[in-house]
């Protein structure tokens, strides 16, 4: 079954979501440099130790959405195979809503024309990245509860909001 994000990047004229995904896999590859690309998730980092793997968000004018469905399999795959834990890698970069020619409301990353633009527009207004336990992340939509309604491929899958609010707030009160 195809995902909300898919359905989204097949029915774009221009792959700007791709673009964007792929840039901060990429990114969270170097920055993670025993990280290698996985079939499960985006990264997984093997060792002697642990086995983790690593979901890759990027998250701008909009809240962070995890689907809950991804956060119950990697539940189930961090039971110990493959992994022993997966962990959400989510960078925030600022895309400032903006008028669109032909349009009623836009972004600022919306008006990039190429793969090339897109990259140097999230390079240029990249401003955090966090690392999180997928445990967190469902603790975080127990505790606010799940929303329904948010990808417009699939009106009935729910998902955690992360909120840059709430995102900060972890780091300024960890409790």
Known sequence: MPTPGSLWK?????????FVGEFFETLAGKLLPSASPNEEA???IWSQDASIGVEVKACGSRPCRVEENQLERYGQLAQGFPFNAVMYMVFL????????EGAKRGT??????SQTEVEQFVVRNCF???MLD????????THHGVQTG???GD???GAVILSIALLKGLLLDPK
Do not use: M, W
């Open 10 to 18: 097949q029915t774009c004229d221009r792959k700007t979501p791709t």
């Open 42 to 44: 985006d990264l997984a």
């Open 93 to 100: 970069y600022h895309n400032q809503r903006c008028a669109k």
């Open 108 to 113: 600022k990353l919306s008006l990039c024309q």
């Open 128 to 130: 955090s990245a966090f």
């Open 134 to 141: 997928h445990r967190l992340i469902q603790a975080i939509g």
């Open 150 to 152: 948010v990808f417009p």
């Open 155 to 157: 009106p009935e899958q």
